[in-house]
């Protein structure tokens, strides 16, 4: 007999329709799901986030003055390597074959931080939300661990998906 995950159980018991559930079957397990018969469209995904620091340690990015190095180009790889290997990272996520992925960075000084976008692109059976989102997300970690040393209460917020388009779901604007 096999046992299923509580947080199944408990949907069971409440009445929730799992039969929608997309990423479980029948008896619960976790399952990829199968994109086989969908068609191949254009699609585009933009996220964007915020690393908020100290203004002097913006500075010291802004003037290249951090012992590790070139934060943002270093940030900006980073993001590009993670939006390819994000199938690697998130389970049950489809791999891609990425057309494009641009990370780029504004630094504000109202915030102040570094504010970051990412966008992908692909012709694919599934979406590229999952790419610039992790794209967002690795980025703002390696700003993170790069200046670190100067400042350690700096904040990773407000990682979020703006826009994307194609697919069934149709476009979605997040503005």
Known sequence: MQLLPLWYRNAIMQ???????????????ARM???????????????????????ETLKLIREGNLKKGDVLTVAQIAGIVAAKRTSELIPLCHPLPLDHV???????????????AATAK??????????ALTA???AALTIYDMAKAVEKTMIIQNIRL??????QSGDVKNE
């Open 15 to 29: 009445g929730m329709p799992t039969s929608k559930l997309s990423h479980i079957d029948e008896d619960g397990r």
């Open 33 to 55: 799901v199968d994109v086989g018969s969908k068609p191949e469209t254009e699609r585009m995904a933009f996220a964007k986030g915020e690393v908020v620091m100290q203004p």
């Open 102 to 116: 641009e990370v780029e960075f504004e630094l504000s000084e109202e915030l102040p931080g570094i504010e970051i």
């Open 122 to 131: 692909t012709s694919g059976k599934t979406g590229v939300e999952m790419e």
């Open 136 to 138: 967002v997300s690795l």
């Open 162 to 167: 703006v826009r994307k388009t194609g697919g």
